[in-house]
Structures are given as C-alpha cells and as structure tokens.
C-alpha cells in the first residue's frame, strides 16, 4: 500500500514537472517571435529612415542646383523637405534620431540601385516616380498631340489643280472639282457682276475667270468628250480567241426564211409568228451536231423592215440570202444584196423550196447576174446551196457552207474585258419593266455589270437566253435577254458596260441631251417660203402609234412618212412601245387622232376614257395591213370598213387537258355574252397572244349556244393551246361597212 502511494505521488511530481517544462517552452517560443516581430519593426523603421534620407539628399541637390541657376533661392523647397523629414514613418513607431547612415552590407549591389524602380509609399505621396517607364499609348497620346500643335501652328499650303471644264457647269459642280467652298465662288462671282446662286449653269468662259481667280488651271474638254468611243479600244491580238459566227438570214417575205431557221433550230417560230411573217429580228444560238455553236438573226422580209435588215447586215459576220427558186428574186431580195453589199459581209445563197414542182434553181442563179452576184457553180466565188425547209433537204450542206466561211474569216474576240455589244431589239414588258434583246460582241457580259444602252443605262438584273433560262454570263456573239434598264432603248444603239453607276448616268444623260436637241430643232423658215407655206393647204392625218417592240415602231413610222405627198401627209403625234395607256388616249382625244395599236392592247383605265372621249382605236398584227388602211384613209378610197364590236370579255381561270393535243380553258365572264362560232382575241397582260374562233363553248357537260355575264363555261379554242391562267379573252364581231367619207 504505502509502496503504491510513492508511486504515484512520483507520477504526479513528474507530471508536473513536465508540464512546468512546456510552459517554459511556450514561453521562450513566444519571447522570440516578439524579438523577432521587433526585429523586423526596427529594420523596416531603419529602411524608411534610409529612404527618406536618400529621397531629402536628392531634393536637397535639385535644390542647390536650380538656386544656381536662378538669381533668388527657394525657400519653400526646404522647408517642405523639412517637414518631409519630420514625418513619422509607416508603423506608428518613434522615428530614429537623425545619425549618419550606418554601414550596412551591399549584399554585391549598392543600396540606390536596390531600391531603384520600386514605388514606395512616401514616393507614390509625393508624386515623384520619374525613373517609371511611360506605356505605349501614354507616348501615342504624346506624339498625336505633338503633331496637331505642329499642323495648327500654321495654315496648309493650298493645292493648286488642273480642273476639267465642259461647255456648261454649275457652281457646285465647278467648286466640287476645284476643291472650294461653294459660297466663295458665288461671292466671287456677285463681285463680278454676275449675281447667281450655287445650282445655277454658267458657261466655260466665266468658269475660266473663276478657276484663274483662285489660283487653278483650266482643262477645256467638250461634251462629247463624256460619250464612249469604242473605236479607239483595240485590244491586242494576244487576247483574241475564237468565238461563234454571226449569220443573218435576209430575203423577200413569205420566202421560208424564218422556216429555214426552224428547221435548223429544230423549233417552230414560224407558228408564233402574226400572218405568218416575222415582224421583229429574232436572235438564237444553235448547236451544231460537231458542239460548235452558229448565233442566228432573223430580219423581217416585209419592205417596211427595211431598217432592220440593214442593222442586221451591220452586226452579223455572215448573210444568207434566202431566195424561194419558184418566186426568183423580188424587191426586198434586191434590197438585202444591196444592205449586204454596204456592209462588205460574205454571202450565201440558200435557194429555197426547191421541192416544188414549179422550182427553177437555175434561173434564180441568172437572176443573181444582174446584180453582180456569181455563184460558184457559174466560176464566182458565192457559195449557193439548194435547200427545202419544208422537206429538210441539204441543210447539212448549208450548216458546212456557214462553217467553211467562219474557218476563212477566222473570227476571234476578247473574252477577258468588259462587254460591247449592240441592241437587237427592245421591249416594254409590264411585269418586267423595258427588255432589250443584245447581241454581245465581245468580252462577257455578266449579272451585276453597270451598262450604258443608247440614251438609257441600268444594272443587270438577270440574262435570259433564246430557250428563256436565266444564265449568269453571255460570251461573244452571244444574245441574250437583258433586263434591268432604265427606260426603252432605240434598236441599234450601241450596249456598252462602264465602271460605275455615276459614269453610265453622264454617258446616258449627254446622249439623251443629243436626242433631244435633234427632236427640237427645226429646219430654219425664211422669209420667202414663211408665206408659200401658210397658204399651201396640206391636209393631215394625225396618229398615234403604239407598238410591242420598238423596231415595230421604227418600220411603222418610217413606213407612215413614206406615204406622205404634196396633198396629204401622215403627222405622228406620239409613238412607243407597251401597252395603250390613259395618256394615250388623252393625246388622241386633243387632235380626234385615232390611236394605232400594233400586238397591243389598251388597259381598263385607257379603254374608259375612250368611251367617254370617243377615241377610235385600230388594232394590227401584220404591218402591210397597217400601211394599207392609212393608205386608204390617206387617199379617201378605203374599201369596206371593218368593223369590230366587242360581244364579251371573259378571264381564263383554269387551263384543262382535252383530247390528246388540245387545251380547254375555264372562264368567268365579266362583260357581256360568250357564244360559239365567234371571233376571240386572247391577250396577256394587254399584249395580243393569239387571234381564234370559240370552237366549243360548254357549261358543266352541256353544250351551249352562250354564256352570258357572271357565270362560268369552258370553252376550247381554235388553232391555239397557249393558253395560261389570268389571260383575259375578248370576243368580237366583225361586220364589213361601205365607208362614207
């Protein structure tokens, strides 16, 4: 027991003992982290004092050397540093006495060069951090405004120009390409004593003052300097690669010219074609069977054309003369020779229908003598080939005849450059705007290209080919279907594209000024004459023509002023292209012209104002029939008048199939009565597309005699399946009149 109780009275005493022990432990532990932390109060106190006095020695030098360099020492500089020295120092502990600078060891760099860069809080307080580098957009900034104090510092040199004048400016414009103020030219000019404001015209001598008195150089150019001369762009032979020929096939009417190209294109145009004659020029691009490609022009045969088959011979590479061999050679057959001839382009004489019993190939090639033409078979050097559009007959020899003569002329083109080309023929659609049929000539004409046509200009909005596919470019001696321009184009015209929109609009606007100077400008009256022609008495027949295409309206007009005399004489008072319009018919009403329309048709508003006004119209899709009726009303001896009475219009709903070939059309009748057996005029958009007979007339399953207004038959045309939904149907009768004059 007693044992047991030392024991444990000796753990207890250890126990404490041990304990005695790490308090001790703790306490020393804790005692050197106080020395430590005071240790590090003192050195960081230390380095403070070290710094300020090295910040005082630095101010107390700039100092001494700025008092020796002015005439009257700073005060103030001290006793700022003075208070600076008697700072406390971070911390909050006693600053040090002021001692001399205990040597401290280097640690291999000097104690200036240890604390160089570093911001410390006394140098961020005072403000002084010059040894910190400045960043790169704080010495941009620097530099930027160096250089505007620099050009502010005094004014810019003026900059003297050679400036373009043309024979009428406006002050703006002038200004604009003198580089001035618009306003200074005016004062300038009121100086003068010509007092105008700035969107006035002057003329080129008071432009000439004007760019003298500010110091410039005048340019003299003319204004038809601003127009495009093609002449002049050859391009170099190295560029030129070989394109498609360029044949036109010429001739009398009604010779097969127009069946000779369907039987090569392998189409029927013919069937398209009003009276069986073609009216405009048609373009197309064939295929031969070795892939080479051959773009044809069909002019019309009719002696009106007689401008169209001359721009064709001008544009084409090749002429085929088509020559029937039972007719032999007539009027316009003489005239095509005569054109080509002009043009100094090879010929080929295709005799035509020499199926026909009353054929006589030979005396067609006698005829040809007289006009100097000799074919090779008579020792010439024409290529003549006999052919039958009808039955096919040798037009592989035809297409070898074209082939030998383009190996011979060995045509070539530009393809790399911008396009030139010339209209063939132009339009007014009214839900594509004005159309033009352009024959490229060379380099590739593309969507997007900014052109000049004529006295219009425009954009390519879309290129449509013969087959009507949009394609994306056309090459040389390619035609295509131009849409995007601006107005109507005159057939002929030259299609050029330019850089910009601003250079086709000074191009199209400098040929339109042209035009209208001509339109304007009358033959000179003298005083002899003056009188003869007030008491000369002409009689006149107003008129006002409207066409679907404007070679259409050139051959009409021309074709109307050829029937003029000393007695009487045809006056137009207005011609285009589309559709006849209110206005139209206002200009007829004025004058009590009768209004002309040619593959056109008047709009619900124009016809209207003609039953209110009284306006006749006439209606012709041949133009012989045209010419023949002014003719007669020109003359007074006009056989029977036809007369046109309008029964009913209807609108085409449905298109259904009948029979194997044939179309039905679903219609609703807006005015008047339908019946069987009449004549039907159906239109499309306002343009004719074909003229028929109502052949069938049906209400559900039942034939019907007519069908009057507000209810809906079926009916099925005569020699016609072009037939679509929206066209509009007018049916007619037709009732023959002895004219009275």
């Not at 020695?57 to 500089?77: S, T």
């Not at 570093?118 to 160096?146: F, I, Q, Y």
Request: proline letters at 5%; charged letters at 30%; a negative charge.
């Amino acid at each position: 027991m007693q044992t047991r109780l030392l024991r444990e009275a000796e753990e207890a005493r250890l126990a404490s003992l041990e304990e005695a022990r790490r308090r001790d432990d703790r306490k020393r532990t804790e005692q050197s982290e106080d020395e430590k932390r005071r240790a590090e109060d003192n050195r960081k106190a230390e380095e403070a004092a070290i710094e300020q006095a090295r910040v005082q020695a630095e101010e107390e030098a700039r100092a001494a050397a700025e008092a020796a360099a002015a005439p009257e020492p700073e005060p103030v500089i001290e006793e700022e540093s003075e208070d600076r020295g008697a700072r406390r120092p971070a911390g909050g502990h006693a600053p040090a006495p002021r001692r001399p600078e205990p040597a401290r060891p280097s640690r291999g760099r000097g104690d200036d060069r240890r604390h160089h860069g570093k911001l410390t809080v006394t140098r961020a307080l005072s403000g002084e951090d010059d040894s910190r580098a400045r960043s790169l957009a704080a010495l941009r900034r620097a530099r930027e405004k160096e250089k505007r104090a620099h050009q502010q510092s005094g004014p810019a040199a003026k900059q003297y120009r050679d400036v373009d004048v043309p024979e009428a400016i406006t002050v703006q414009e002038l200004a604009k390409r003198m580089g001035e103020r618009g306003a200074d030219l005016v004062k300038a000019l009121f100086k003068m004593g010509t007092p105008v404001t700035i969107t006035e015209t002057i003329d080129q001598d008071t432009a000439e003052l004007l760019i003298e008195e500010f110091g410039h150089r005048i340019n003299r150019v003319s204004d038809a300097d601003v127009d495009i001369d093609t002449t002049v762009d050859v391009d170099p032979e190295d560029t030129l690669k070989p394109r498609p020929p360029v044949v036109t096939i010429m001739g009398h009417v009604d010779h097969g010219k127009t069946s000779l190209l369907d039987a090569i294109r392998g189409a029927s145009v013919q069937s398209g074609e009003a009276g069986g004659i073609t009216q405009h020029i048609g373009a197309y691009q064939v295929q031969l069977p070795d892939k080479s490609k051959v773009t044809f022009l069909d002019t019309p045969g009719h002696e009106a054309f007689s401008e169209m088959r001359a721009r064709g011979a001008n544009v084409t590479d090749i002429v085929i003369l088509v020559v029937a061999a039972d007719d032999g050679l007539r009027p316009q057959t003489i005239e095509a020779i005569n054109h080509t001839k002009a043009a100094g382009v090879p010929m080929i004489v295709a005799i035509n229908k020499i199926d026909k019993p009353e054929a006589k190939p030979q005396k067609v090639r006698e005829e040809l003598l007289q006009h100097e033409i000799i074919v090779e078979d008579m020792g010439g050097e024409v290529q003549d080939v006999e052919v039958s559009a009808t039955k096919k007959t040798n037009l592989d020899k035809l297409l070898e005849a074209i082939q030998l003569q383009a190996e011979i002329l060995e045509l070539k083109a530009n393809p790399d450059r911008a396009a030139e080309g010339t209209v063939i023929e132009a339009k007014l659609d009214k839900g594509r705007g004005p159309l033009a049929t352009v024959l490229v000539q060379r380099g590739t004409l593309r969507v997007g290209d900014v052109f000049v046509a004529g006295a219009s200009s425009g954009k390519v909005r879309a290129l449509v080919d013969d087959h009507g596919r949009q394609v994306k470019e056309a090459g040389p001696s390619f035609p295509v279907e131009v849409l995007g321009l601006s107005a109507v184009p005159a057939a002929g015209d030259p299609f050029t594209v330019v850089e910009n929109e601003a250079r086709a609009r000074e191009v199209a606007d400098y040929r339109k000024s042209v035009l209208d100077k001509k339109r304007t400008t009358a033959a000179p009256v003298s005083i002899e004459n003056m009188f003869s022609a007030h008491a000369s008495t002409i009689a006149e027949v107003p008129l006002v023509i409207k066409a679907d295409v404007q070679g259409s309206v050139e051959a009409i007009v021309n074709a109307l002023n050829r029937l003029s005399t000393d007695e009487v004489r045809v006056r137009i008072l207005n011609s285009g292209v589309g559709a006849i319009t209110e206005s139209d018919v206002t200009l007829a009403s004025a004058s009590g012209a009768p209004i002309i329309g040619f593959n056109v048709r008047p709009n619900a508003k124009a016809r209207e104002v003609a039953n209110r006004t009284k306006v006749e119209f006439r209606y012709y899709d041949v133009i012989y029939h045209l010419t023949d009726w002014v003719k007669g009303a020109m003359a007074g001896e006009l056989g029977p008048e036809i007369i046109e009475t309008v029964v009913g219009r209807a609108k085409v709903q449905e298109v259904f199939p009948a029979g194997k070939r044939d179309k039905a059309a679903g219609l609703l009748v807006l005015e008047g009565v339908i019946r069987k057996g009449l004549n039907a005029r159906l239109t499309r958009e306002d343009v004719i597309v074909s003229k028929t007979t109502i052949s069938s007339l049906r209400r559900f399953k039942d034939d019907v005699a007519e069908v009057t207004s507000g209810l809906e038959c079926g009916v099925l045309l005569a020699d016609t399946n072009d037939i679509k939904p929206g066209d509009a149907l007018e049916v007619f009768e037709v009732e023959e009149r002895a004219r009275t004059l």
